[in-house]
Each structure stands twice: as structure tokens, then as C-alpha cells.
């Protein structure tokens, strides 16, 4: 006699049985949503769980005119980030990065070499001490008071991440290691910049990284 089927045998890891990753339940995310009243949530369907989690979830919708239609998005969750200009207001300078983006280089980036400010992912941290770790290990900057500055969704049609945009200043001897975490396969340059150079290198396409961007705009109203 065969022994009964197991409902596990079939289920895709990450959902009732654990991942690569020890996760469980990460077809659970979205489904209990009940914020807006025109959003009825049916399903939630894990399509991949590497180290991030691709997610088809489909649900009805309240349309302006009174009908509901049935509609699927996918959504990439790779967590909530944070990311900090580092900015010395004595010698006029700020402080980033320069690290290969994969991504990047294989959509048309000449090296995939991007100059950016330093950033990461929370993980369990908070935002703040988030913050503090990436600037310490990627700029080998100690960061002193931060300023919060707003919280973005960066793309809110594919992705869930939420980046918190900080500011704080430093000074040249503040700086101490950095360039990145080599068990992570990080290999970072610090890349120090001076105010008036800052604007031109967007201008010029040097700087094309979005968080970057958006920072250095801040601190042409603010700072510059």
C-alpha cells in the first residue's frame, strides 16, 4: 500500500516549506491587504525566491467608472533601503561611491562602473543604523547626527522597495577603511566630488544613478 500523499511534497519552497533561504509564508505578503476598498486581493503566487522574491498577485480593481476589473502585477521585493549624502560644508566637497552595476552595464552603461551615494539594504536594522553600517563599511565614514530628508518608492511599478534619504555632514578625517565588504564581493572607491562639480557630472552623464540624482538636487537647494 502506498503511503498518503504529503500536501507539502508539491509546495513550493518558500511557501509552506522553507527556501534556500530558511523563508516560509511568502506567498502570505499582500494577501490580508485591505487599505483601499478598491483593491480586492484573490491570489498571490511565489514565480521566484532567490535572494529577493518575484511575486505574481492578482486581484480586482475599482475603476472611475464603477466597474471592477480582474488585473496581475508582478512585484520584485528586495526589501527597504536607505541611502545618505555625505557632504563636508568646510572644503566644499561631497563623498560617493564607485562600484560595477551588473544591471547597468548590461542595459548600455558604457563600464557599469556607477559613481553613487553610499546605500543599502535595512535587512533587520533599522533605517538610521542601516545607514550608519553602509557609510561605515562602503565610505569608512563614522556618521555623526543624520537628517532624514523623505522616503521614496524609486519604482513603484515593479518594485516594493521604499529608499530612506538621509544627509550628514563629514570631514576628510572622518574617513577610515571603507570600500565595501569583501565576502560580499564588493570592491568600492570612494570618489570625493566638489560642489560645483556635482550638477555638471549629471548634466554630462558621469552621474546616472536615480538616488544619487535626487540627493544631489536636495543639496543644490539646501546646500550648495
Known sequence: MSAPDDPTASARPGTTTPDA????????????????????????????DG???????????????GVWT?????TYD????????LYDPDARTILLSR???FPAYVNEHPDGLLIEAAAGLLDD????????REA????????????????????????????????APYTAGDVDGGGGVEEEGEEIEAVTIGYDEALPMIADGRIVDGKTVILLQWAALNLF
Open 136 to 167: 561605515a563599511e562602503e565610505l569608512g565614514v563614522t556618521v555623526g547626527t543624520l537628517r532624514h530628508l523623505f522616503d521614496l518608492y524609486m519604482s513603484p511599478g515593479s518594485v516594493t522597495e521604499r529608499v530612506h534619504f538621509f544627509a
Open 78 to 85: 528586495r526589501g527597504n533601503g536607505a541611502t545618505i549624502l
Open 99 to 101: 562600484q560595477f552595476r
Open 125 to 132: 536594522d533599522s533605517a538610521e543604523d542601516a545607514m550608519r
Open 21 to 48: 533561504r530558511g523563508r516560509t509564508g511568502l506567498d502570505a505578503v499582500g494577501r490580508d491587504l485591505d487599505r483601499n476598498p478598491g483593491v480586492r486581493i484573490h491570489d498571490v503566487e511565489v514565480t521566484s
Open 70 to 74: 480582474t488585473q496581475s502585477r508582478e
Open 51 to 65: 535572494w529577493h522574491v518575484l511575486r505574481r498577485t492578482t486581484f480586482d480593481f475599482l475603476g472611475r467608472d
